[in-house]
């Protein structure tokens, strides 16, 4: 049973920093490309970062670039996503996911506010 478990959201004022975390279950974690993806208040589901299976390869969208960096550990079957420099605009549910893993799985997702 594949699972994907975020954690790590919260509260944080503008120029504030969180990272958030992924942990995965029921797959073989080091074999997929893992992304991270936000859906904030109103505004459709936005591609925030990707990262390939071995990490060699990430992208990430304008919004973000320069601030957030994400990374994996695949001994621990987890992926972070490093956030600085936040920005209100940055306010949304965080969503981590193996787009390539049969049909695609995703987490529950973990709320980030960013507010004064």
């Known amino acids: 049973q594949v699972e994907l478990v975020e954690s790590g959201g919260g509260l944080m004022q503008p120029g504030g920093s969180l990272r958030l975390s992924c942990e995965a279950s029921?797959?073989?974690?080091?074999?997929?490309?893992m992304e991270w993806y936000r859906q904030g208040p109103g505004k459709e589901r936005e591609l925030v970062a990707g990262?390939?299976?071995?990490?060699?390869?990430?992208n990430y969208a304008d919004s973000v670039k320069g601030r957030f960096t994400i990374s994996r550990d695949n001994a621990k079957n987890t992926v972070y996503l490093q956030m600085n420099s936040l920005k209100p605009e940055d306010t949304a549910v965080y969503y981590c996911?193996?787009?390539?893993?049969?049909?695609?799985?995703w987490g529950q997702g973990t709320q980030v506010t960013v507010s004064s």
């Open positions: 029921g797959f073989t974690f080091r074999k997929y490309r």
């Open positions: 990262i390939t299976s071995t990490g060699g390869i990430t």
């Open positions: 996911g193996a787009p390539y893993l049969s049909t695609g799985y």
